[in-house]
């Protein structure tokens, strides 16, 4: 089924690590059950979430960093974004694309910090704290001067757990021309990065 920002893999707009998951797949290696969901740009939008955070991160950055200020605007921010709702039609069919399957991984394409769940409700709730997690203070200062991050689709992963294999690496890596890091569950393709990072 196909839902409005939430697409299969193979549907999926193909850009960074959705495309090497997209080739792998097409060479025939086995990648773990992979859903696209590129909904954080309608939900910062619809919550009116760029102007609120820019409001409590205001005076924050100066000549010197206001590290007060900071702590305190990081902690508001992160409880605004997850005080936010997506629209209930794409919730909805959040839901119902991943209804029965489980557990889950879910994390930005290209990036390997990741959160769990059991449940497509609890995938849900794990989407928003991804969304959530990009307003810690660590996060913040990272992308300074820019405080809202480039908006990025969220792989939701049909996986447990997903740790390098060096086998899938050197085979996908002689099979794409470069090399490239794979992290796989149960014999899965779930990760694909640069040896370099990212």
């Keep these: 089924m196909r839902a409005p920002g939430v697409v ?29 969901v590129d909904l954080e740009e309608e939900f910062f939008r619809l919550n009116n979430l760029k102007e609120r955070l820019e409001g409590l991160f205001r005076g924050v950055f100066g000549v010197r960093i206001d590290e007060e200020r900071l702590l305190l605007a990081a902690e508001e921010a992160v409880r605004a974004v997850k005080e936010s709702y997506l629209l209930p039609e794409r919730a909805e069919a959040f839901l119902e694309v991943l209804k029965g399957k489980g557990p889950f991984l879910l994390r930005y394409a290209g990036e390997g910090a990741l959160e769990r769940a059991r449940t ?7 989407l928003k704290r991804l969304y959530s997690e990009r307003f810690r203070v ?22 447990e757990e997903a740790a390098e294999d060096p086998f899938l690496s050197l085979d996908l890596s002689q099979a794409l021309g470069r090399e490239v890091v794979v992290f796989a569950h149960q014999g899965l393709l779930v990760r694909v990065e640069s040896p370099y990072g990212g």
């Excluded at 960074?16 to 859903?35: D, I, S, Y």
């Excluded at 497509?120 to 794990?126: G, K, Q, T, Y």
Aim: aromatic content about 8%; glycine content about 6%.
């Design 120 to 126: 497509p409700r609890e995938a849900l709730f794990a």
């Design 8 to 36: 299969p893999l193979s549907q999926a707009h193909a850009e960074g690590e959705v495309a090497l998951l997209k080739r792998a797949q097409a060479l025939g290696f086995p990648v773990a059950p992979t859903w696209v």
């Design 138 to 159: 660590e996060a913040v200062l990272g992308r300074y001067p820019k405080l809202i991050p480039p908006f990025t689709p969220v792989l939701v992963q049909e996986a």
